[in-house]
C-alpha cells in the first residue's frame, strides 16, 4: 500500500513561512513528478507547484517569486518552501504524486495539511 503523509502546515501571520513535507512510502516501484495542490473554502483544488523525477518544476502564478518546490531522500520527498505568505494562501495543501507500486499506478494523495495565514 502506497502512502503520502504530508506535514509542516500551521498558523502563520502574513509575511512569514512554513515548508511543507510530503514522504512517500511503501511498496512503490517508482515515482515520476510529485506536486502540491490546494483547496480553500468554497474554491476548486488547484496546483500550487510540481516537480519531476529529473527536477523540472512548474508553479502556479500565484506561487511564482514566493514558494519553491524541491526533492530529496532518493525523490520519495517533496517540499515545498512557502514565503511571504498571504491570507489567500490560506487552504488545505495536499501532496500528489504519480507512483508506480505493486498492483497499482497512478495519482496518489496525501490527507492534506491545513495552512491558516493570519492577517
Known amino acids: 500500500q502506497v502512502q503520502l503523509v504530508e506535514s509542516g502546515g500551521g498558523l502563520v501571520q502574513a509575511g512569514g513561512s512554513l515548508r511543507l513535507s510530503c514522504v512517500a512510502s511503501g511498496s512503490i516501484l517508482s515515482i515520476n513528478d510529485m506536486g502540491w495542490y490546494r483547496q480553500a473554502p468554497g474554491k476548486q483544488r488547484e496546483l500550487v507547484a510540481d516537480?519531476?523525477?529529473?527536477?523540472?518544476?512548474i508553479y502556479a502564478d500565484s506561487a511564482k517569486g514566493r514558494f519553491t518546490i524541491s526533492r530529496a531522500n532518493a525523490n520519495n520527498t517533496v517540499y515545498l518552501q512557502m514565503n511571504s505568505l498571504k491570507p489567500e494562501d490560506t487552504a488545505l495543501y495536499y501532496c500528489?504524486?504519480?507512483?508506480?507500486?505493486?498492483?497499482?499506478?497512478?495519482?496518489?494523495w496525501g490527507q492534506g495539511t491545513q495552512v491558516t495565514v493570519s492577517s
Open positions: 516537480i519531476s523525477n529529473g527536477g523540472r518544476t
Open positions: 500528489n504524486a504519480d507512483i508506480t507500486s505493486f498492483g497499482r499506478s497512478g495519482r496518489s
